[in-house]
């Protein structure tokens, strides 16, 4: 499955162009299969429908584990490194794995899950979080795991919306030198929850919580009776594998779903080709389990590959911002795999944090989440890779299952800020706003994907029609991404940003329209807009601009209001970082608020506001010009 040399990845590329199906089949065949596929694939944009594998029959924790055992159940799958330092590490075999796994999916056969239904997982960065995910593909159940920075509003409407029927979660858990609660937000959110029948619930920051009789049970005691073994339920290609809830332009977020049989196969093939992992070497992703590279690419995807990795329990700054680095040269760590977002705070933080670490086990680097800019990459490159290593700077989403434009690494020359060329099977073009493809290169435009690869979204949970909304309408016959990008001279691809009302937070996706609805319940405030602005570490952080009415409260009493309501409808994550407040937004005739301008004043760019001539008000352009924060 591997290409080898660029020459290669050029003529495996025009054949998956030219033969998709032959291609992605000859992929396949290197997976374990109960039954084999009668039909590669079936698809239609309009609709849309999209099969691959049609009606073969597997189950994907047998790829993740059972038949690697054979050769490794006593390799290691994870090196589990805490959140305090200095604990003593835990490897965890494979066939460490494969029991903890069989035991957990029998907890949740007795807890009476069957095929099909839905598990929220709810934890921090444990190998229980992945022995949960797994557990869950063991019976065919669906999971659907809920970062532990949301709220419990946040939590309860995902759980609602997909109508789970157990959550898996722990008394707390550790965040630098904080402990967060976890049970308790569970609680809250349990509280109009109607269809949550049982709650598992991990020991681990040793809190003390409330246990509710009958609902709540403890991890340990329920697992430790089963056996270690249960039998792999059998699934077709196209059952739902997992629910991930992501953000967009309007509305709730939605839950993206994914199918097992397609995401199985590119997961494991792009993880091997873009990182290039060679059996032995340790390889290392930072993300946390809540976001889908956690699912791709610390989950499945390098299970799948037979990989060794790191699970990280801990932040890059605590105990110090030395911490990535120590643990690198620890566990001599060969690929390693981090945000932006990541890099910035640490190269803030300065050299003296990375020089007394080896870090010459490293041979391949990778980024993803957010574009990472020029500095940043070049300090990466310089301080982390010592100049010998590739940065992979991978592109993709969740609703993409898989890395689709990234430089395999040593085989694509690399130039900071390029996500660079296609993975084999993706056909990626650029179109104009009237979707008109915009051919050559040395162009920009809108990101589409004009045929389907194996991992792309299914649907939206519970409502198709969001899904083919969303992506398949804007441009009809294309899958748009949201992002607008440049093709360069050589025919690289440079993401450059979303171009639709999301935001990147830290590589976090966040709609504004889900924080304004959050600061509206505050009762001082009668509207608000919100727009993103370039924030030195975050990539983008979040600009506030509020109404409120005459009051007697002071300014930092509303600020206060404001940021206590989006943590508790949304989480910390959606704070905003300026609020300003205004008397009146930039409104057309029609009453549609002209975020073009807001988001030229968040960004600073005062000058040059373009035409406000069309406004309902334009002396309010003035107010909001003097307001900057
Ligand atoms: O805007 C792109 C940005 O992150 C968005 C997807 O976010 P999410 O679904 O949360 O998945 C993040 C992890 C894959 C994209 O629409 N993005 C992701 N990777 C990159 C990126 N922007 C630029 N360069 C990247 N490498």
């Known amino acids: 499955m ?14 998956s162009v030219r033969e998709p199906e032959q291609f992605w089949a000859g992929i396949a065949e290197n997976f374990t299969w109960k039954k084999k596929w009668d039909k590669v694939l079936e698809w239609n944009f309009k609709t849309p429908e999209i099969k691959w594998f049609l009606n073969a029959k ?24 805490e959140n305090e330092d200095g604990k003593p590490n835990k490897a965890i075999t494979f066939q460490n794995l494969h029991d903890e796994v069989c035991k957990l999916a029998n907890v949740l056969k007795n807890f009476g899950v069957n095929k099909g239904d839905r598990v929220c997982i709810y934890l921090p960065m444990v190998p229980e979080a992945v022995y949960s995910l797994l557990a869950c593909a063991r019976i065919g159940a669906v999971h659907s795991v809920v970062f532990g920075g949301f709220s419990a509003q946040a939590l309860q409407d995902r759980i609602n919306d997909s109508s789970c029927k157990v959550v898996l979660t722990s008394d707390g858990a550790f965040r630098g030198s904080k402990k967060i609660p976890m049970k308790a937000t569970v609680d809250e959110a349990l509280s109009a929850c109607p269809t949550i029948k049982k709650v598992l619930v991990l020991k681990h920051t040793l809190e003390k919580v409330n246990m509710v009789a009958v609902r709540d049970h403890d991890w340990e005691t329920e697992t430790v009776t089963q056996p270690p073994v249960c039998e792999a339920t059998s699934m077709d290609s196209e059952d739902p594998l997992f629910i991930l809830y992501t953000s967009g332009s309007t509305g709730k977020p939605k839950g993206v779903v994914h199918t097992c049989g397609g995401y199985m196969v590119f997961t494991c093939y792009s993880f091997l080709n873009v990182f290039q992992y060679q059996p032995g070497q340790v390889y290392w992703c930072t993300a946390d389990v809540g976001w889908v590279t956690g699912h791709s690419y610390i989950t499945y995807g390098p299970l799948l590959a037979g990989a060794t990795s790191v699970l990280f329990e801990g932040v890059p700054n605590y105990p110090d911002s030395g911490r990535f680095w120590k643990i690198v040269d620890k566990l001599k760590v060969n690929v390693f795999y981090t945000a932006p977002t990541a890099i910035r705070a640490l190269e803030a933080a300065g050299l003296d944090f990375v020089k007394p670490y080896d870090l010459s086990s490293l041979k391949v680097l990778g980024s993803v989440g957010e574009p990472i800019n020029e500095e940043a990459w070049q300090w990466y490159h310089k301080n982390i890779g010592k100049e010998k290593c590739p940065i992979v ?20 020359s690399t130039k900071p800020g390029y996500a660079t060329l296609p993975l084999p099977g993706i056909q990626p073009i650029l179109v104009d706003d009237k979707g008109k493809e915009i051919t050559g290169n040395g162009v920009e435009g809108n990101l589409c994907i004009k045929f389907p690869w194996p991992s792309i979204i299914r649907t939206t949970y519970g409502d198709h029609e969001r899904c083919r909304q969303t992506y398949f309408t804007t441009y009809p016959g294309l899958y748009f991404t949201g992002d607008g990008c440049k093709r360069d001279e050589d025919g690289y691809y440079r993401i450059t940003g979303r171009v639709d009302d999301v935001i990147n937070v830290s590589g976090h996706r966040i709609g504004t329209a889900e924080v304004e609805s959050a600061i509206n319940e505050c009762t001082a405030v009668v509207e608000s807009a919100v727009v993103g602005y370039p924030h030195d570490i975050k990539g983008q952080g979040i600009y506030a601009f509020c109404i409120v009415p005459k009051t007697t409260k002071t300014h930092e009493e509303i600020r206060q209001e404001i940021l206590n309501s989006v943590n508790k409808i949304i989480g910390p994550i959606a704070k ?14 029609s009453g549609k608020i002209m975020r073009r301008i807001l988001r030229k004043v968040a960004e600073g760019e005062i000058h040059n506001l373009g035409d406000i001539s069309t406004l309902l008000d334009p002396l309010v352009v003035e107010e909001i010009v003097k307001g900057k924060i």
């Open 2 to 15: 591997q290409i080898k040399s660029f020459e290669e990845y050029k003529n495996t590329y025009e054949h």
């Open 58 to 81: 597997f189950n994907i924790t047998e790829n993740c584990i059972d038949r690697h055992l054979p050769a490794k159940a006593n390799d290691v799958a994870f090196y589990f490194e």
């Open 393 to 412: 700077d991978t592109w993709w989403q969740t609703e993409t299952g898989g890395i689709l434009i990234s430089p395999l690494a040593n085989i694509t």
């Open 576 to 589: 905003p970082d300026k609020i300003q407040i205004v008397s009146g937004l930039p409104k057309t005739r």
